[in-house]
Each structure stands twice: as structure tokens, then as C-alpha cells.
T-cell receptor, first 114, second 113 residues
Framework: KAGVTQTPRYLIKTRGQQVTLSCSPISGHRSVSWYQQTPGQGLQFLFEYFSETQRNKGNFPGRFSGRQFSNSRSEMNVSTLELGDSALYLC?????????????FGEGSWLTVV | DAKTTQPNSMESNEEEPVHLPCNHSTISGTDYIHWYRQLPSQGPEYVIH???SNVNNRMASLAIAEDRKSSTLILHRATLRDAAVYYC??????????????FGQGTTLQVKP
């Protein structure tokens, strides 16, 4: 079956703009989470959604937001982009949220802010 | 969240076994041990997970110490495609059952031909 699909794969934005990234989880998966990966900070958890509800949020400013739709697809938005937001943004999905469940990652969206 | 400690880097020769260690001395009884790996320019990939008993799958084996304070990921025959950053992560089944993963720096595995 298809894996986690993220769009767009690559994008370049200007400081001050906003960006929306999209994620389609594996069919049947109801939990979607987002991560940011930078060379300096590594992989950091952004937020997690399950059945359209945000269940957990990482330590990121309010400029980072997300949502999940009834079909489990998810979007994340970053407003007022800063140079430091340049990163690989990863979406992951799992069937359920329990700690024994496997989480599957997409290939990520590469965001460059200039 | 309980933390894990891994060596920054390891080297292996192709077609030889690789043992990647992970220390998690503060692990709780409800923590699952998960391993992920990340190849260059790709998202992390699930490798294996376990709670108390050793686990085997087509990719690797996970050996968990009897006191659960450490574990070892075993790649039985390393290939060049196994060169990646390997992350050992604890997931607490008792803290709201979230999908949150806390990644450390991981172990960068280099495989020599």
C-alpha cells in the first residue's frame, strides 16, 4: 500500500511569507504527527493529531500550526517565515497512538527560507 | 521522557554483523524500546521495537537486557545500504499514548566495503 505522502517535496519561500505543507497518511491511519529536522537541532517533534484533535504539541512558537481533516489528511502551516525555519519537515502516521504502534514517516518537505 | 545514550558513530565491514548499543538506565516499566534509522535525504524508517523480550524481524534483531537498562540492535549482515543514522527511542505507553517520538543524536553507522 502507499506510504506517507508529503507535498510539496521542495519549496523556497521569502522571509515573512507563510507556507502550508500537506501530508496524506497511510490509508487507515488515524494518527498524524509532524517533525522538524535541522542540522543544528536534529529531529524535533512539532505536533500530533488523532481524529482531527491535536493531542500533543512540541515546544515551537505559535507561528507553527496544524490541522487534521476528517479523512486523516493533515496540513501544517508556518506563518511569518524566518530564516531559521529552513528545514526538512517530516510527517508521520500510525494506525493508533499507543507506544507499541509503529510510526511511518514520509520523505519530507524541504523548505528553504531566503 | 526517559533518555537514551548511544555512541556517536560506529564502523562496520560489509557482510559482517553489527551490534549497535543503547543505554536507557532510567527506563520505566511502561516504556517500549523503538529503533529507527534514517538514510541520507530520507525520512526515518522503522526498524524494530520491543518491550521486554528479544525481538526479531526481517531487518534486524533487538536484544533487551534482563534489567531493561540497555538494548542492542543487531544487523546480522551489514550491507552498504545499512549506512545510516540509527536512533534508539523510548516510547512511554503510560503517558497518554501519544505518537510523539523524542529523537536523540543517534549513531551514525558507516559500512565499509
Amino acid at each position: 500500500k502507499a506510504g506517507v505522502t508529503q507535498t510539496p517535496r521542495y519549496l523556497i519561500k521569502t522571509r515573512g511569507q507563510q507556507v502550508t505543507l500537506s501530508c496524506s497518511p497511510i490509508s487507515g491511519h488515524r494518527s498524524v504527527s509532524w517533525y522538524q529536522q535541522t542540522p543544528g537541532q536534529g529531529l524535533q517533534f512539532l505536533f500530533e493529531y488523532f481524529s482531527e484533535t491535536q493531542r500533543n504539541k512540541g515546544n515551537f512558537p505559535g507561528r507553527f500550526s496544524g490541522r487534521q481533516f476528517s479523512n486523516s489528511r493533515s496540513e501544517m502551516n508556518v506563518s511569518t517565515l524566518e530564516l531559521g525555519d529552513s528545514a526538512l519537515y517530516l510527517c508521520a502516521s500510525s494506525l493508533l497512538t499507543g507506544a507499541g504502534n509503529t510510526i511511518y514517516f514520509g520523505e519530507g518537505s524541504w523548505l528553504t527560507v531566503v | 521522557d526517559a533518555k537514551t545514550t548511544q555512541p556517536n558513530s560506529m564502523e562496520s565491514n560489509e557482510e559482517e554483523p553489527v551490534h549497535l548499543p543503547c543505554n536507557h538506565s532510567t527506563i520505566s516499566g511502561t516504556d517500549y524500546i523503538h529503533w529507527y534509522r534514517q538514510l541520507p535525504s530520507q525520512g526515518p524508517e522503522y526498524v524494530i521495537h520491543g518491550l521486554t523480550s528479544n525481538v526479531n524481524n526481517r531487518m534486524a534483531s533487538l536484544a533487551i537486557a534482563e534489567d531493561r537498562k540497555s538494548s542492542t540492535l543487531i544487523l546480522h549482515r551489514a550491507t552498504l545500504r545499512d549506512a545510516a543514522v540509527y536512533y534508539c527511542i523510548l516510547r512511554d505507553s503510560g503517558s497518554g499514548n501519544t505518537g510523539k517520538l523524542i529523537f536523540g543524536q543517534g549513531t551514525t553507522l558507516q559500512v565499509k566495503p
